[in-house]
């Protein structure tokens, strides 16, 4: 290519051509490396987003409250058995919501703010400490501490994805000055200036519509909310704590853009959550109730036991119907059916259910299992039979292949020392295929563990506060709950489900992990 | 005594019994051949765990049998014999009321709770119990006389020479034969109960009506007119194929011809891990992440296109959930169905069309287009009618993703509704199947497993007649 260059003009064209022929095919290996980080980026974006939303929601913040088990409160005269204390949910509540008043005794003006510090707990969260007391009588009278998770609006304040805020380290403030109306003056030279910025940056932001952002300033365990702000001085009404603690010292400015009448926690609360903080009584710990608790009403309380259970019960129905009925056709496909019309019918048909989409499947169940033969709905049993017909076509598929691979001079030679068709297939070609059986059966049911639609067709979506404790009773299963959970209003819940996500893909990780050792352990090529 | 016989758990005792009754009638039929071993002089026919298994089979089946009949009538005969002794007062009842005053009475008398309800209602649930009483204890009966005389009569044909194995291994095959046949009897099943339900909805709603009429409102009114269910689910069926076929065929292609086999050891896999998450998991992203992003991206479309005059109101209706959300992650959902069968089928052409492609001077992605495609190419369309019917069985996602109002609008940022997430939402309300609301969900269930069996056939078809050409 240095010295001739060809200059006639068909040459021209054809290297032209040519050049263009290459540049086609560099395209075309480009669309194709193209479609693969398509697909493999919105696996990554599905995977990160459920597993950041997830994180969050694997640890919560509870609130720690020092009380003195009353007797008169919590075990009364005519209600103290076990039994009673146990369920005395009122009384334990009143113990926590009269030991936050009397920590924040400005909520006792009037009842809007009384009402405000009995939300920052709920009250069926007092329950395991009822229960604990009632099987360990001797507390009674003693003084213990108390853990129960904070209000869902409160724990996702403090994670930092409920309200939008600044947060500006404000100048010293030199002097604090009651005025007449109850409020305070706070002055310092250039105290406010970053505040004022601040509030300026955040105003570009807003909707004109939209009032002035809400200044909470803090210092210590006091907040206070801070209006008339100007570089130097500011007009701060108290919200908790005393004013005496701005006095000499450089207080925290929060600048909260949503007003407090779009937000689901007041200017009152936030100041109240952040004393608690400051007093060290909020810690984040590990939220193992997403694993020991059941569903619940209140997100901060919700859990996945009953659903656990319940998947666990209706896969058990699953794989003691799917597993032996597919293994056993597969074996009759495979080994004992005589080329005919029949089976080739039934062949068809197994092929033909693999595809059914799997609400037809639930359709099928509730006119069949509930309508016509009366069991109950909701129940584990009736999913379990739901799911083992739509699993019985894969594990007949995966069965066959796993038969097939068994060489023919197994079969001849247990044929050959007078074995009989049936101790050759189960004696010999059985137990040779049984890994590839296994793992075929195993996805079939990591499938069926995984399947929502036909449930919820046969109730499977009401409800469920209890742990069921057989078959029969009513239930739910992890996918089904993470729909629920997904119907849910409330912010709190978009994490939890997330979490739940989590935990039923860490058991179908778990299964195919199995698939996986399954296969590399006995996996053999004949 | 009756009432208490009446609590019975009765399906643990019954798979208890059969166990039993299995077990002692094995061991018996053995002790029996291990003695004629001893005895005879002769040799035996068969092993003696074989005349064990003999007796068993006689011992269990009719049991089985029995203990099957139980379970279907048991309640059914409770039922109408107790409806026959109810007062005369009950007469007046309609048949649904009676049903669920039975079933009331079914729900005291198994939680043995009914003290507090009036004392009609617990006379009537101690008659229920002591009746179940009768024919649980009639059952039991039944049951010990049945395997009692199964083994009397087995062990008395045990002989030397009697070939017990022949008949347990005839006995074996037939019960595999029947394992087979459970499939034949899904689908039968699925077929039956789909026409039926769907014969009872179309004698209150004429099919054609139902086939072409365009308002659907079956939760509130009587509107059973599927077609904007059918436009809905067309519409989501095609985005998701305008994602997922581009995708999954290059990928496919990639991974077949480009790609180092390191490479592709390794994107298979994980491609495949698409397929396996679970929809609802789609469903939750699609609702949490995509639908707001294509909500936002609607408005600000709107906004610019308000801004430079091109339209003086709003184009797109960007509603929080939409079509065109529950499309793309269906699309996602489906690639890995369209890429690797894609896979099998072109890595199944024979490399001698490559190499004379190469040979004639063809770039590499020519031979791709021109000779592997076409090659293949009834294995990819095999692949994407899959695919297909894939999206239109596909439940969750639209659920979750796609919205509910019924309505025929070629904006893909509207909300459209689906037949899946029509049945889903008819059929988890509280009603009976009488209704023509639920049936009617049974009539849709109908047409989508006719549209996805047609579409699974064909694509069936092809590929056999494929594979018949190149192997």
Known sequence: ?526 | MLQQLGQLPMGWLLIALIAVFGSAAFFMGRVRAERLLVSTTSRMHSRPNYHGYYVAMWATVPVVLVAMAYAIFAEDLTRSQLTRELPSSFARLSPVELQSYLESVRMAAGTAASAGADRVFQAITNRYLELRGLVNTGTLVLLGLLAAGGIFFAQRRLQPNFRARAFVENGMQFVLFLCAGVAVATTAGIVLSLLYESLLFFQKVSAWDFLTGTRWNAQTEAEFGALPLFFGTFMIALIAMLVAAPIGLFSAIFLSEYASPRARAWIKPILEILAGIPTVVYGFFALLVVAPGIRTAAIWFNETAIRFGLASEPILAAQPTSALAAGLVMGIMVIPFVSSLSDDVINAVPQTLRDAAYALGATKSETVKQVVVPAALPGIIAALLLAVSRAIGETMIVVMAAGKSARISMDPTSDLTTITVQIVSLMTGETGFDDPKTLSAFALGLVLFIVTLAFNVVALRVVKKYREKYD
């Open chain 1, 1 to 526: 290519m240095t010295d001739t260059v060809r200059t006639s003009a068909p040459s021209a064209a054809a290297a032209k051509h040519l050049k263009r022929r290459r540049a086609a095919d560099g395209r075309f290996r480009y669309y194709g490396l193209t479609a693969i980080f398509v697909a493999l980026g919105a696996l990554a974006v599905l995977v990160l987003t459920i597993g950041t939303q997830a994180f969050s929601a694997a640890t919560y913040n509870v609130v720690k409250y020092e009380v003195t088990l009353d007797p008169a409160v919590i075990a009364p005269e005519g209600a103290n058995r076990p039994a009673d204390i146990s369920r005395n949910v009122e009384g334990f509540y009143s113990l926590v919501r009269d030991e936050l008043l009397t920590t924040f005794p400005e909520a006792e003006a009037d009842r809007v703010s009384r009402r405000e510090l009995s939300d920052f707990v709920t009250r069926l969260a007092v329950l395991p400490t009822a229960r604990l007391v009632a099987n360990n009588p001797e507390l009674v009278g003693n003084t213990i501490t108390l853990t129960a998770p904070l209000n869902d609006d409160l724990d996702l304040y403090l994670k930092g994805q409920g309200v939008k805020e600044r947060k500006i380290k404000a100048g010293t403030v030199s002097s604090v000055q009651g005025e007449e109306d109850g409020t305070f003056r706070l002055a310092g030279a250039e105290a406010f200036e970053a505040v004022v910025t601040g509030l300026a940056v955040a105003s570009v932001d807003r909707a004109e519509d939209a009032g002035q952002p809400d200044v909470l300033l803090t210092a210590g365990v006091s907040t206070g909310r801070l209006t008339d702000i100007d570089a130097g001085s500011a007009r701060m009404e108290l919200l908790t704590g005393r004013a005496q603690d701005f006095a000499q010292a450089r207080p925290t400015a929060r600048i909260i853009v949503s007003a407090e009448s779009e937000r689901t926690i007041s200017d009152r609360q936030i100041a109240w959550v952040l004393a608690l903080k400051e007093m060290g009584r909020v810690d984040r710990v590990p939220r193992w109730t997403l694993l020991t608790n059941s569903d619940s009403t209140y997100p901060e309380l919700a859990g996945g036991l009953a659903a656990i259970v319940g998947s666990l019960l209706t896969m058990l129905i699953t794989a003691l119907v799917a597993m032996p009925i597919g293994i056993l056709a597969a074996v009759y496909l495979e080994e004992f059916a005589p080329r005919n019309r029949l089976t080739e019918f039934i062949e068809v048909n197994i092929n033909n259910l693999a595809a059914v989409p799997s609400i037809v499947f639930g359709l099928l169940g509730a006119a069949l299992y509930i309508n016509f033969l009366g069991m109950p709905r909701s129940a584990p049993l009736v999913g379990g039979l739901v799911l083992a017909l739509m699993t019985f076509p894969v594990v007949i598929i995966a069965s066959r292949a796993a038969l097939k691979a068994v060489p023919p001079s197994v079969r001849s030679g247990a044929l050959a020392v007078g074995a009989s068709q049936m101790q050759t297939v189960f004696h010999h070609v059985v137990p040779l295929a049984a890994p590839g059986i296994l793992t075929g059966a195993i996805l079939g049911m990591a499938r069926a563990l995984g399947e929502t639609a036909p449930l919820l067709l046969i109730g499977m979506v009401a409800f469920v506060g209890d742990v069921p404790r057989s078959p029969t009773d009513e239930s739910t299963v992890m996918p089904v709950l993470i729909f629920s959970w997904s119907n849910n209003a409330e912010r709190a819940w978009e994490p939890l489900t997330s979490a739940m996500i989590v935990i039923l893909l860490a058991f179908l990780l778990v299964m195919n992990g199995l698939v996986v050792f399954l296969r590399r352990k006995y996996e053999r090529r004949w």
